[in-house]
């Protein structure tokens, strides 16, 4: 191949490169506005237009010339004389090539006005807690999932295939392992726990605490933890979710709870840890499509070690339970020690977003074993509050109400994101992993955390994480950051540690 | 031609109609969010993203293809055959596509990435007062328009080009005689008023407005408009604007002066006439092209007709005025009749969107001026600020102590919207006109007002204007309503009939 013909494919591809990232930036603006402010009586033609530009996007990224500028890159002798950059490009465009073209530009866009659609629908059936409004949607996502699945094909299980688009290479026999030792060994911590006579008190955490106040506080602790408002910022939304238009527009959502100051704090810390990945990507990397977290546990790592390695942590709280105790006087007359406690009480609850960090994970798998049997079982969409309500009872020993706080309590499944659960416990071990190296390498962390001060940390993060985006991926980055591969007896040891404490076991 | 080519061309022309409308969709968003609270470090990555969608939706408005389809239902057999929203269609886009085919593609992407920064830049050189950092811009946005209106060719003079692009069929030597001829007519009525010993006292409007109230109260005047909060929004920027993204989502801005109860008040109705105009347009035309105000003129005389007309309206402020009151207790103790005085006063002043109804024509007047010699006689973007102020000194007798105040002031050049500002008088004489047809039809629409009883008025003006959207042009629409082609002794009658009541001249 001559080094014009070389070149040519090169400048195009980054090009198109650049348009398809345009494209990325204005539909994350389109869905974020949907989420946080747009007109109810607009909402069907916003649909329509995510529709149109999405398809105009896939359109772009499975256009024939584009596989044709990836073959030229991809020979041995010019893929040698690209960047590193240029040459992960080339290797994840790719990927997402291969999976783009099986499936037809039609099948996606109607796709896409569905899920965008039945986003609203969801956040109206949730607060009605009228499943049956919803079901007819999720019932046709489910239909379009499959018909994927077959275009993809199937490897090992047909839900293998939509867990390898979140964490690449995951895989159902896996999870079934990892997710199984989880359960052997924090069932028994659980129990040690229910038994112990330290419960914690939690009374004085339900009160009136004021928004305007919650809202403060929250950017309080963003600043804290380098969150750049310069280049972000930060809205209210049904479901708190971060979304990263580029590293210098990073935008994240919480809900204020008037009776729970908790829920706020913690959500927004959680969005906080996503958005510090987001805002510190490196900047040659910005305006390519590897201008993003590496995968979802990655991404969940993040948002889990801010929110509970660091957020949940004594010395955090050592640090800014005064500052607030100043923000809400009078409320807040329990010494920290007490704050702390309460704050990391372990109780089974019903919605995942507010539960401790222990059966946490035991809500993820309920969500993974019913998505296992949605693709793998045949499960269908009618079947899914009865199961969800069985399943609740039978790990947690509790059951929902309504399906308010049932089945409908999470986005996900409104957005087509099956597949995507198993991240947030992959993130819980990742991110106790990457605590133990960080330990190692800071030994002064928990002085710093004492002193209020959090900027080396997110400095380390993003010297080891953060700059790198897409360009290295989650083994290459848990392998050498922590010279191991993912083991979730981090995990395990993280808690026990931080519960025998808490609960004198 | 056969029958099945006819339909084939209908049905892609009606399709890419509607993409193009999902882009104009996008893109409004886009710059919304730019001017209401994007964060500043991603404006680059932004203006780059709005460069590449508007490339993409001005490749798709120029497509070969396009212009078969046209030439396909432009046929006589066929163009019968169509619908009259469809005959519009044809003829709007034939109109755009034979203006827009003559801009090469990269050179419209630089004007977009340009007008885009060149808008963020201004509204920082705005309040530092900074003419210098934003005067390179201006210049680069000059050098395009001078580019386009060669490629466009030029008929009459040089700024007719421009003129047409606002309001279709407008001319330099139209707009000197109706200028010439309101001038001649207001300067004696200034001149009277001026004399006048009955000066209304406007000492009492200068005071501290609680921010929170002005928005509140500004809320409650939309409302009474009928401005629909479930098909829009009502946000903050520096410089106040409506934006249709469709008629299910009309957004406004306004900007709230903390000593001054006026500006965002009449403002706020000023912007709401705009978006009474998007939110009213008719069913049939959602999803396509005519689906926004005919011309800017039309548009204009609804923003004036609501601020001017009703706002500013004796029998208005004899059924708000109390209102008004209530929302700033102890702070406006004077009669409805002094209130009515002072927010009419007629004062030269400095900022045209400040400026009464009578003095804001010369503003006009001053602008319009200043574009012809740019166009017409090659008058550079380092001259503007000295021949600024001294036209403000000719005719207002009066100059800006900086340019924030002067040339700076509005937001239109850094969009390259040259042509645009004679929109605004021409808004004032079509209200005036629109005025007493509306007085005939609906002979108690001041009783109306005076009850607070404001939709009959929205009700005929959606009737005879805003459903049409683009089906009607302004000669049409003003023929058609009022009987007799535009007359700017509607609107003189209308300022003497009025000044001659405050002033008792």
């Given at each position: 191949?001559?080094?014009?013909?070389?070149?040519e494919?090169?400048?195009?591809?980054?090009?198109?490169?650049?348009?398809?990232?345009?494209?990325?930036?204005?539909?994350a603006?389109l869905y974020?506005?949907?989420?946080?402010?747009?007109?109810?009586?607009?909402?069907?033609?916003?649909?329509?237009?995510?529709g149109?530009?999405?398809?105009?996007?896939?359109?772009?990224?499975?256009?024939?010339?584009?596989?044709?500028?990836l073959?030229?890159?991809?020979?041995?002798?010019?893929?040698?004389?690209?960047?590193?950059?240029?040459?992960?490009l080339?290797?994840?465009?790719?990927?997402?090539y291969?999976?783009?073209?099986?499936?037809?530009?039609?099948?996606?866009?109607?796709?896409?006005?569905?899920t965008?659609?039945?986003?609203?629908?969801?956040?109206?059936?949730?607060?009605?807690?009228?499943?049956?409004?919803?079901?007819p949607?999720?019932?046709?996502?489910?239909?379009?999932?499959?018909?994927?699945?077959?275009?993809w094909?199937?490897?090992?299980?047909?839900?293998?295939?939509?867990?390898?688009?979140?964490?690449?290479?995951m895989t159902?026999?896996?999870?079934?392992?990892?997710?199984?030792?989880?359960?052997?060994?924090?069932?028994?911590?659980?129990a040690?726990?229910?038994?112990?006579?330290?419960?914690?008190?939690?009374?004085?955490?339900?009160?009136?605490?004021?928004?305007?106040?919650?809202?403060?506080?929250?950017?309080?602790?963003?600043?804290?933890?380098?969150?750049?408002?310069?280049?972000?910022?930060?809205?209210?939304s049904?479901?708190?979710?971060?979304?990263?238009?580029?590293?210098?527009?990073?935008?994240?959502?919480?809900?204020?709870?008037?009776d729970?100051?908790?829920?706020a704090?913690?959500?927004?810390?959680?969005?906080?840890?996503h958005?510090l990945?987001?805002?510190?990507?490196?900047n040659d990397?910005?305006?390519t499509?590897?201008?993003?977290?590496?995968?979802?546990?990655?991404?969940?790592?993040?948002?889990?070690?801010?929110?509970?390695?660091?957020?949940?942590?004594?010395?955090?709280?050592?640090?800014?339970?005064g500052d607030?105790q100043?923000?809400?006087?009078?409320?807040?007359?329990v010494?920290?020690?007490?704050?702390?406690?309460?704050?990391?009480?372990?109780?089974?609850?019903?919605i995942?977003?507010?539960?401790?960090?222990?059966?946490?994970?035991?809500?993820?798998?309920?969500?993974?074993?019913?998505e296992?049997?949605?693709?793998?079982?045949?499960?269908?969409?009618?079947?899914?509050?009865?199961?969800?309500?069985?399943?609740?009872?039978?790990?947690?020993?509790?059951?929902?109400?309504?399906?308010?706080?049932?089945?409908?309590q999470?986005?996900?499944?409104?957005?087509?994101?099956?597949?995507?659960?198993?991240?947030?416990?992959l993130?819980?071990?990742?991110?106790?992993?990457?605590?133990?190296?960080?330990?190692?390498?800071?030994p002064?962390?928990?002085?710093?955390?004492?002193?209020?001060?959090?900027?080396?940390?997110?400095?380390?993060?993003?010297?080891?994480?953060?700059?790198f985006?897409k360009?290295r991926?989650?083994s290459?980055?848990?392998?050498?950051?922590?010279?191991?591969?993912?083991?979730?007896?981090?995990?395990v040891a993280?808690?026990?540690?931080?519960?025998?404490?808490?609960?004198?076991?």
């Open positions: 191949m001559t080094k014009a013909i070389e070149n494919a090169l400048q195009r591809f980054t090009e198109r490169i650049a348009l398809i990232k345009s494209y990325e930036e204005a539909l603006l974020w506005d949907l989420r946080t402010g747009a007109p109810r009586k607009g909402m069907e033609v916003r649909s329509e237009a995510i149109q530009l999405s398809g105009q996007s896939f359109k772009l990224s499975t256009a024939p010339e584009l596989g044709e500028w073959a030229a890159l991809e020979a041995p002798d010019t893929y040698k004389t690209l960047t590193e950059t240029q040459q992960r080339v290797t994840e465009t790719r990927k997402d291969d999976r783009s073209v099986k499936i037809p530009p039609k099948l996606y866009q109607e796709y896409v006005v569905l965008s659609q039945a986003e609203s629908m969801w956040e109206e059936a949730k607060a009605k807690s009228d499943y049956a409004s919803f079901e949607y999720l019932d046709k996502i489910i239909g379009y999932t499959n018909q994927f699945i077959e275009l094909g199937v490897k090992g299980t047909r839900y293998d295939t939509l867990l390898d688009m979140y964490e690449p290479g159902t026999a896996q999870l079934d392992r990892v997710f199984g030792g989880l359960r052997e060994k924090l069932v028994p911590l659980s040690a726990i229910a038994a112990s006579p330290h419960q914690p008190d939690t009374g004085f955490l339900k009160q009136d605490y004021p928004k305007d106040a919650q809202k403060q506080f929250s950017k309080f602790i963003l600043e804290q933890m380098g969150f750049d408002f310069g280049a972000g910022r930060l809205d209210e049904v479901h708190p979710f971060a979304t990263g238009l580029s590293p210098g527009d990073v935008r994240i959502t919480t809900r204020y709870l008037a729970d100051v908790t829920s704090l913690f959500g927004t810390i959680h969005e906080g840890g958005a990945y987001e805002q510190n990507i490196g990397l910005i305006g499509t590897l201008a993003t977290g590496t995968s979802m546990g990655i991404h969940e790592s993040q948002s889990r070690f801010w929110e509970n390695v660091i957020g949940r942590s004594k010395s955090f709280w050592s640090r800014y339970y607030l100043r923000q809400f006087p009078g409320q807040l007359e010494p920290a020690e007490d704050f702390y406690r309460a704050t990391n009480v372990v109780r089974p609850s019903l995942r977003i507010e539960a401790d960090e222990l059966t946490y994970n035991l809500h993820i798998i309920i969500r993974y074993e019913i296992k049997l949605i693709f793998n079982e045949g499960v269908k969409a009618s079947e899914l509050p009865a199961l969800w309500n069985a399943k609740y009872k039978e790990y947690l020993g509790i059951e929902p109400e309504h399906d308010g706080e049932g089945v409908l999470d986005v996900h499944w409104s957005g087509g994101a099956f597949g995507y659960f198993p991240s947030y416990s993130g819980n071990m990742y991110a106790a992993q990457f605590t133990d190296t960080l330990e190692r390498a800071l002064n962390v928990w002085e710093l955390v004492e002193a209020g001060n959090l900027i080396p940390i997110k400095d380390w993060l993003t010297d080891k994480i953060y700059r985006g360009l991926t989650p290459e980055l848990i392998e050498g950051i922590t010279g191991k591969p993912l083991d979730p007896d981090y995990l993280y808690l026990k540690k931080k519960y025998t404490d808490i609960y004198k076991l």
